[in-house]
């Protein structure tokens, strides 16, 4: 059995973001050289999700206004998480809805997708570096 | 190690339904020989989930109504995904909700699962053909 | 490739609550004696989630707020589930909200976390026993 590590970095300048990286989660699987096996790609912070989805903006802001809706950011002060000094409780609220990891098939050394599946890192509260893991196992 | 992998087809003759698979997921396992491992079961369209709960019409109902509340399929206009011509924004926030995938344990050859676990192909955008990836990895 | 599995037991004396099972999980990681792979945490149970978050008070506070917000329990009578005489409708609409399931990296014999990344079993339905599921692969 092989296995293979690799993380993603992120600065997302806004408090919220979706950003496609199926790119970088094909090139590990690459690297790893496994051609059948599993793929776990995992936020490392409690306050972002990895999903997959599609890669539509109309839909991206969908989900932003949606999530808003059931977990809204203001008023703070509606969520003990935010006595903490904190002020990002309902960002822990909105990555439960879309959330924290995906595992993916890897099938012949590729992403086993369908046509319109990419994988996004959702971001609920960035303006600072946070990772995502992408752990190959197979052989 | 070994790997196998299987497509699940589907054509719900409606746009939302609930269909349970376990039975089709026990025989991939079966014939994938696997006696320890994992198998992943995943919705190769976005606009589906594969979920595991109860087999009970009760329930399905209450989820049917209680996914139309949190994310209505009317007014379509309300999404900015469906000026792309689609009107099946909410079927990929639904999605969300339920789930892409699920992995289950395989012991002994079998899915290892509580007395009440079943696997179920959610459908959000049905009527036309649509499928499920079964694969398994162990040995 | 190893495989170990382990079942973990709880009896939660209230209705609802999130436990900490990152010890457990850690553990029974240690046993299986793997060094790179994946370990599955699943709730066996279909009105019960694990779910990696954040181990702080006012966060598990606003998530039972927040949970009871987006399917009541009360009144049991809006559940058809509720119709079999089971009073636990809401429970399996909160679990999937949570999720059933995470899927967590090993690497170098150990839970590849995030800094404030813990396992937690969230009970939806609890004063009766009930269990998780931790499966181990890798090598």
Redesign the interface.
Known sequence: ?K?Y?RELWFEVPTRRAFVNITGEVEEAVRESGVQ???V?V?????TASV????D????H???ER?LEE??PHQPVAQ??????GEDN?DA??K???????????I?EGRL??????QIFYGEFDGRRRK?V?V?V???
Chains 1, 2, 3 share one sequence.
């Open positions: 059995m296995s590590r059948e096996g599993l776990l995992n936020a490392m912070h409690i999903f997959i989805n599609d539509e903006a109309g839909l802001h969908d989900y949606w059931l977990a969520y003990r998480h935010n006595d903490t409780a822990h609220l990555r439960q809805v879309m959330g924290r990891e995906v595992v993916v098939a099938t086993d997708f369908g046509t319109w599946e990772r893991l752990k196992i197979g052989e």
